[in-house]
């Protein structure tokens, strides 16, 4: 499998290459591997960011090749080749399967079930070959004779490239790790997950530093060699090959009839469409899922305490059977925590008290009950269970009380997931919508802050089918309100109940954002379904305020030039004494604090060097120690407190955990100055999965990951880290959803 990174193209001509030896040449050698193997070939899984790549070199490209490094043709415009339409890295994508390229590549991966996967890219241009065997952590559930076979075609690779006088490496460097990769979620489902990774060129030729040069074509030839070698090595050992892949899903249906854990159940709780979509999320994945047609008590430990006991599993909740093939799979994604070993651990550490840069590869932790907040149980014993196959029907949505049209109106829970998609839905179709602030009681039912109204007297005719269509739609349960005199709480017709304003919305792309950006996009453009305008960081200066009701500056490096301006500043915030509402995230929000800019009162927290923390221990010195941004966190689970009496959390419990990563960490806001929305719990039970520095982990406690300021009558809304990053977790969606829909709304 060839380009998942776009701007990554040698792959893409070598998987041709390939294809053209394998039909054209006649020689045995050759008409041997087409007898004994089915091989399949995909030459590019990302056209859209390989289009962007290569329309921009032959832009820039001149009558003579660029060698030089810093060659113009190399620096590639905003948001370069790698990423997809909507700029998701598509090699951190497989068990997620946001979107439709990985969604059609995993289906048609679970059609073949290959017994060896291939998956090749590029690297910097200083570097030579790289090819399995990886280095460490391997990720636990990695089996023996998998390894076996990583080595045993490594050495194949290694006698190709020997003969031809190629330079390579392994076991040096890109780890085994995380299920997101195209090389390590195949070996989960039983098969040989390889990785190559070639020194790119970028163009033709490349000046390198040892003065050698590199030149596209080796590029080319490098991928086409490895191809054939590792045809060759599953030719050799077809029969073993196949025995072992046999052997690797036996194996795996015995562990769970054996191992120490047997099965999982996900429960519905309180947001059963949430729990169903992650259910369906697994069925992508090509893991068995049941639906349990009968309640059951069993003994299970909860994914956040980790306590056994015993629980009641209802009718309707979901069943994970580890006797199953892909059960490495499904443990991998359901367990809360994947251990990376405590050698590699203190490795990092000690480069760390070096000042050497750590080995980390991406996130630490990827639970998705704990990404999802989807109640998760783990059985360790056989347990009896009345449950079906799950269909891939979502369960229809239903209007209770609706055998006639209400006199009132409708109300659908600000608990439900499918909140978001279905205000915009009806905001584009012009219909009026309105929020509750406070809880109220209609009928015997409760429903919390962020529940939505939509009155009879104030919509068309067209109402009630619109909302019978949004139902089957999107699987809503909507109460139909025939009298507005409520038992408890808020008042249909009172104060706490706020008209929704269709937000005209601003998402700045281009400099200063980081490609993350799209992830933003893709939520408004393919979940949500509401139109924003996208407007480049250049052009902020041009901007009509006054045509906007939210502008969101996205993660990114806001720093000199490509920062916003003095004056851009100034109007801003003249925007927000008018009432418009600002969403700053990840780097925006450290931007913000700056005291040249003063939009946000709060300061990044700084880590003392040891050496400068002596110093400043000494009696003729003062307090000027050398300070850094703390330590990354390499992506990680916290527990989080919420302040759900705010609209930016409306919808959400008061105790969360949440997926973190960076090394932003803010000051609390002082009451004066704002809320803190969401704070990182106490220094006890803070880390619920992965790996952080002990360091910083010491200085997360108390400290807020969203903050709320108001600013005359408008308001600011930051995010440490960006709540749709990967866009695998909706209830750090769900915030960031309310900023932008009731902010304006306030």
């Not at 839905?425 to 015997?444: C, D, I, M, Y």
Request: some cysteine; aromatic content about 10%; charged content about 25%.
């Amino acid at each position: 499998s060839y380009c998942v990174h776009g701007d990554e193209t040698s792959p893409s001509d070598a998987a041709l290459l390939t294809a053209y030896h394998l039909l054209a040449d006649r020689r045995p050698e050759t008409r041997n591997l087409l007898d004994k193997l089915v091989i399949v070939i995909d030459p590019l899984q990302n056209p859209d960011g390989r289009d962007r790549f290569v329309y921009f070199h032959r832009e820039t490209r001149g009558g003579f090749d660029q060698e030089s490094p810093l060659a113009s043709d190399r620096l590639q415009r905003w948001p370069g080749g790698r990423v997809n339409h909507y700029l998701f890295d598509m090699n951190r994508d497989w068990y997620l399967q946001t979107q439709k390229e990985s969604v059609a590549r995993v289906a048609a991966y679970l059609r073949w079930k290959p017994q060896i996967f291939v998956d090749a890219h590029e690297m910097g241009a200083e570097s030579t070959f790289f090819f399995d065997p990886s280095t460490e952590p391997y990720n636990p559930h990695v089996l023996k004779r998998q390894k076996e076979w990583h080595l045993k075609i490594g050495r194949q690779h290694a006698e190709q490239f020997d003969k031809h006088g190629f330079a390579y490496t392994t076991r040096e460097m890109f780890d085994g790790f995380g299920p997101q990769y195209g090389s390590t979620w195949p070996i989960m489902h039983g098969a040989i997950g390889i990785l190559w990774e070639q020194a790119g060129v970028r163009g033709r030729v490349i000046a390198r530093q040892d003065q050698t040069k590199l030149y596209y074509h080796d590029g080319v030839r490098h991928h086409y060699i490895s191809a054939l070698a590792t045809l060759d090595a599953a030719a050799k050992d077809r029969k073993q090959l196949l025995l072992d892949y046999y052997q690797n899903a036996a194996d795996s249906v015995k562990l769970g009839e054996t191992g120490p854990t047997r099965a999982f159940f996900l429960l519905e709780g309180k947001l059963p469409a949430r729990a169903a979509t992650l259910a369906q999320l697994l069925v992508r994945n090509g893991i068995e899922v049941r639906r349990v047609t009968a309640a059951v008590k069993v003994q299970a430990a909860d994914t956040i305490s980790e306590k056994t006991r015993e629980h009641l599993v209802p009718e309707g909740s979901y069943h994970v059977p580890l006797n199953q093939p892909a059960s490495r799979l499904a443990l991998t994604l359901l367990e809360r925590h994947q251990d990376m070993g405590a050698a590699y651990i203190k490795r990092q550490e000690d480069r760390v008290k070096r000042r050497l840069p750590d080995e980390i590869y991406d996130a630490t932790s990827w639970s998705l009950p704990l990404a999802f907040d989807v109640p998760c149980l783990t059985v360790s014993a056989s347990v009896s269970i009345a449950s079906e196959p799950l269909g891939n029907v979502p369960a229809p949505g239903k209007i209770i009380g609706g055998e006639k049209r209400p006199r009132i109106g409708y109300l659908l829970s600000g608990g439900d997931d499918n909140v978001q998609p279905a205000l915009c839905h009806w905001l584009s179709q012009g219909l009026r919508v309105h929020v509750f602030a406070e809880p109220t009681r209609v009928n015997g039912v409760a429903f919390p802050r962020g529940s939505l109204l939509l009155r009879v007297a104030e919509n068309p005719d067209s109402l009630h089918d619109r909302v019978a269509a949004a139902v089957k739609t999107h699987g809503l349960t909507i109460h139909a309100v025939d009298n507005a005199f409520v038992e408890d709480g808020a008042s249909l017709g009172g104060p706490n109940v706020h008209w929704t304003k269709p937000p005209r919305v601003l998402l700045v792309v281009d400099r200063p954002a980081d490609y993350s950006v799209g992830h933003t996009w893709y939520l408004f453009d393919q979940v949500w379904r509401y139109p924003i305008t996208r407007v480049a960081g250049r052009s902020l200066p041009e901007v009509d305020w006054a045509q906007f009701d939210v502008c969101i500056l996205p993660h990114g490096d806001y720093k000199g030039g490509d920062a916003p301006s003095a004056n851009v500043v100034r109007r801003m915030k003249d925007w927000l004494h008018g009432g418009g509402t600002l969403v700053l995230v990840g780097g925006a929000s450290a931007w913000a604090t700056d005291k040249k800019v003063k939009l946000l009162a709060s300061k990044l927290e700084t880590r003392k060097l040891e050496d400068d923390k002596k110093a400043a221990d000494k009696k003729d010195s003062k307090d000027k120690a050398g300070k850094e941004p703390p330590l990354e966190v390499p992506g990680v689970f916290l527990k989080a407190t919420v302040d759900d009496d705010h609209f930016v959390t409306w919808g959400t419990n008061k105790e969360t955990v949440l997926y973190f990563s960076g090394n932003r960490i803010f000051t609390p806001l002082k009451p004066a100055d704002g809320k803190n929305l969401i704070t990182f719990a106490d220094a006890k039970g803070l880390l619920v999965s992965g790996y952080c520095w002990p360091e910083t982990l010491q200085m997360l406690p108390g400290k807020p990951c969203v903050l709320h300021q108001s600013l005359g009558r408008g308001h600011i809304v930051a995010f440490a880290d960006d709540p749709n990053y990967r866009a695998f977790s909706p209830h750090l969606q769900r915030w960031f959803f309310n900023a932008i829909f009731f902010g304006p709304a306030r």
